[in-house]
């Protein structure tokens, strides 16, 4: 497929770099029903065909040489894309995507009948405009009547040629002599200034066009200059700069937000980069977001969704945190509803099982029964550290894993009063277990428990949670570092991180 345009928008992001498109190859997902739309007003008086309907949307389409064939009308959705609208072609190679409500404002394409995107183009807030295009003339597509897609194509035009221009002065400076580089890289800042230049135009010139918009959304800050403060350079200040700037002049609760590719990306980019990785830092900013995004029909519950799919079982330990606060000002105040049957079983199952096992808490009570028969309970242990294991005789990976364990105990952590309280979870394979511990010569002076089957079925019936829940066991082995006072310190870590852990606390 021929490239309809450089990559537009994503020039106020790097100015360019060559020629591509925001269309891809791929095939998109269909959407049932078309979202409802925010509102907003064009940016100039509208031209051309008006609509039958002011509140819903008519699209005529002209596309050759297709004839008697379905057409589809696409759109970006977060870091994906999906359908939604579809038009019948005539023996004339004419149709109209129309319905009662307007569509998301945003960055839409047209899509062929074997779903490969067309050209793209922009849904202003009319939606009452023509599109005129050749299958085997992508670049020379028209749309016709929307002041914003008039706006959209000039840029296009200017950005595909300063981009053209950028490239040959980027591929020129790899072969430059000494004498010649400062000329190229004044020219290339000069292309690059123009660029920004037209972009600060559109701005002032078109202040509520949806192009001026876009460039909001997608608009990263640069890093100012480390000023020199008394004397001492202040090395923070372009960090909090560009913290406090990323999102000027974006509204999060735009539903147009996630019909852009770019947006998602930056949003993950700004927790990446410019969020601190502790859980408090990220839940402050998650509910700034979620607070602003309130009101968005379409991004809020995106985000909300968004947000605790990356935290119900995060990258880095603690930040289960997020999800905790999430369900308990989120979802246990009424936006289950946001959720279907399957999913709300699963986040509130999953809340519970994290509520009583975050990081700084006391652990919970454990009082097992270990291989003689005696009841064994984690808070008679007396101990620096206490290393809790929860392990499968049979499970691959614990027959790996307990044993590592062991030998570094023995190595080290015994002789520095290190405790460990090792569960088998499953109390039919006692024989398994017993027979493990004794081919693999586990230490003797770990703590060797599981939960009786009477002890097990007493529990169910007066309804106490299970250690199971307790202790979010949904894979094995897992593991957990609890202090001299039985306060969590670390879960789900390496051996090697519970290990440089321990001696960290030491010093």
Aim: net charge positive.
């Amino acid at each position: 497929m021929s490239r309809f345009m450089k990559i537009v928008f994503m020039s106020c992001l790097w100015i360019g770099f060559g020629m591509a498109s925001f269309a891809q190859k791929n095939p998109v997902s269909k959407q049932s029903k078309a979202p409802v739309p925010s509102e907003g007003k064009a940016p100039a008086k509208q031209a051309g065909k008006s609509g039958t309907a002011s509140s819903g949307r008519e699209i005529s389409i002209t596309l050759t040489p297709l004839k008697n064939t379905k057409v589809y009308l696409g759109s970006y959705f977060g870091k994906g894309m999906t359908l939604v609208d579809s038009a019948l072609l005539d023996m004339n190679s004419k149709g109209v995507f129309k319905g009662d409500k307007k569509l998301t404002k945003g960055i839409y394409f047209v899509v062929s009948p074997n779903y490969t995107i067309q050209f793209e183009f922009l849904m202003d807030g009319k939606q009452q405009f023509q599109i005129k295009g050749d299958t085997a003339a992508k670049e020379s597509a028209q749309i016709i009547g929307s002041p914003d897609n008039d706006l959209f194509k000039q840029y296009a035009k200017f950005s595909n040629e300063k981009g053209k221009q950028a490239q040959r002065l980027r591929t020129a400076l790899l072969s430059t002599n000494q004498e010649d580089g400062p000329k190229i890289r004044a020219s290339l800042a000069a292309v690059e200034k123009e660029m920004k230049q037209y972009q600060q135009d559109i701005h002032l010139k078109y202040p509520k066009s949806l192009l001026a918009t876009l460039f909001h959304v997608m608009k990263r800050p640069e890093l100012p200059a480390v000023p020199v403060i008394n004397g001492k350079p202040d090395s923070a200040y372009p960090y909090q700069y560009v913290k406090q700037h990323f999102w000027d002049n974006v509204l999060f609760n735009e539903d147009l937000l996630l019909r852009t590719p770019f947006f998602e990306p930056k949003l993950d980019d700004y927790f990446k980069y410019y969020v601190s990785p502790e859980p408090d830092s990220i839940i402050q900013e998650v509910k700034e977001i979620l607070f602003m995004a309130k009101t968005g029909k379409e991004i809020y519950p995106y985000l909300l969704t968004k947000f605790t799919n990356k935290y119900i079982n995060p990258e880095f330990m603690g930040q289960d945190k997020v999800f905790v606060y999430l369900f308990e000002n989120f979802y246990a105040k009424g936006d289950t509803a946001l959720l279907n049957p399957a999913s709300r079983k699963t986040i509130t199952e999953r809340a519970y099982s994290l509520m009583a096992n975050q990081l700084g808490q006391q652990a919970p009570v454990l009082n097992l029964t270990d291989t003689t028969g005696k009841r064994r309970p984690l808070y008679d242990i007396n101990a620096p550290f206490t290393l809790v294991a929860f392990w499968d005789p049979n499970c691959g990976h614990c027959k790996e894993e307990i044993p590592r364990f062991d030998s570094l105990y023995k190595a080290k952590w015994q002789a520095n009063g290190v405790a460990v309280y090792s569960v088998n979870i499953y109390e039919n394979e006692n024989l398994s277990w017993k027979k493990f511990i004794a081919e693999k010569n586990l230490s003797a002076a770990w703590t060797h428990v599981y939960q009786t089957k009477e002890d097990r079925q007493a529990e169910e019936k007066a309804g106490i949670p299970s250690y199971r829940q307790l202790y979010d066991i949904f894979k094995t082995p897992t593991f957990y570092l609890l202090d001299q006072n039985k306060r969590i310190l670390a879960k789900q870590l390496t051996l090697e991180q519970f290990d440089a852990l321990m001696d960290a606390k030491k010093r």
